[in-house]
Nanobody, 125 residues
Framework: QIRLVESGGGSVQAGGSLRLSCAVTTYTYDNLLMAWFRQAPGKEREGVASISHDGFTAYRDSVKGRFTVSKDIGANTLILQMNNLRPEDTAMYYC???????????????????WGQGTQVTVSS
């Protein structure tokens, strides 16, 4: 069983930065594929960024150059550094994990079996 707990959301003005964390508990996560998804009110949940067990990253086009996904292996934590935030980045952000492999793009939502509870990000103009 894998448990994911997100933190770090909040409210910022456009152009600001936030750093999201996802703590992975009850499992050694060096063989996990992990990702960040987001869901705005009335919209589908969409993939934002992913990182494979061996460090390959992928991003949706709208966040490339602004967001960075990484892993703090010693702390069993997934990180999403978000810079130059825009109002359209406002959403609930979710951490996801699975034992599997996927390269070159953010995997679809149904590829992941484990989800966190979400953390809210609000960007004002």
């Amino acid at each position: 069983q894998i448990r994911l707990v997100e933190s770090g959301g909040g409210s910022v003005q456009a152009g600001g930065s936030l750093r999201l964390s996802c703590a992975v508990t009850t499992y050694t996560y060096d063989n996990l594929l992990m990702a960040w998804f987001r869901q705005a009110p009335g919209k589908e949940r969409e993939g934002v960024a992913s990182i494979s067990h061996d460090g390959f990253t992928a991003y949706r086009d709208s966040v490339k150059g602004r967001f960075t996904v990484s892993k703090d292996i010693g702390a069993n934590t997934l990180i999403l550094q978000m810079n130059n935030l825009r109002p359209e980045d406002t959403a609930m952000y979710y951490c996801a994990a699975t034992v599997g492999t996927w390269y070159n793009s953010v995997p679809p939502r149904n590829f992941f079996g484990y989800w966190g509870q979400g953390t809210q990000v609000t960007v004002s103009s």
